[in-house]
């Protein structure tokens, strides 16, 4: 399955994928998603890096992806902007994840932390919805954006980073459900007054994702359109 990313088109790149270490498990994979220009030079650190497990339904394991975003990358010496490439991402890994899986994002890391992660955690102490905090957002992108749930105790060890996890739906009907109940929470949220710019971001992410959600209510089907690929 991770290899539906090899060579996939990210921006001006394309995605290189890599198997990193030996698994603790048969079914999963530790790997890294290196960018490659149009000269075929790789950047100096991968753009995302994690832990994939394919899934054994025979046993009720579902699919399930855990990882995080390096935020200091560059191609060549030019650094890469994050804000432009990682929602493409995000879109490109929920590819992998089927119906009932699992995602999870990380927003903070031991070595080399940015603004995504940063911004993250500002918006989590706002208290703001989960689907508008910078990582909500790539969750929404990826298609999994049901369930979310912080995990914002630091486990660290095999456990890795504080994180968000996001689900996707089982099913059209269970989707529709979850995006009546998201749509009320964000118009709710949209109304309140910001009182800092943490959360007139925040509200700004929540209406790129309503009126997708609201298609998903009327029609039963859903994705990130084009536009919205993109981190405010």
Known sequence: MLEQLENQTVGPFRLRVETVGRPRFFDQRHFQLLLVNSNGEASDAPIFRGLYNAGRPSIYVPT????EFVEDVDVQGIPVDLADLAPKIANLIGTLIPAGGRLWFAYEAFLGEGELARETRAAL??????????IGFLLYTAGCWVGLRDWDIPEGGREGPRKIQGNKALNSEHARERAEEMVYLLDTF???TANDSTIARAQERARLVVPSLRSLIC?????????ELHLP
């Open 125 to 134: 102490a706002a208290r703001v919805p989960l689907l508008t905090t910078p």
């Open 219 to 227: 029609h039963l089907d859903w994705a990130p359109k084009p536009e």
């Open 64 to 67: 399930w992806l855990d990882g």
């Open 190 to 192: 949209i109304s309140t």
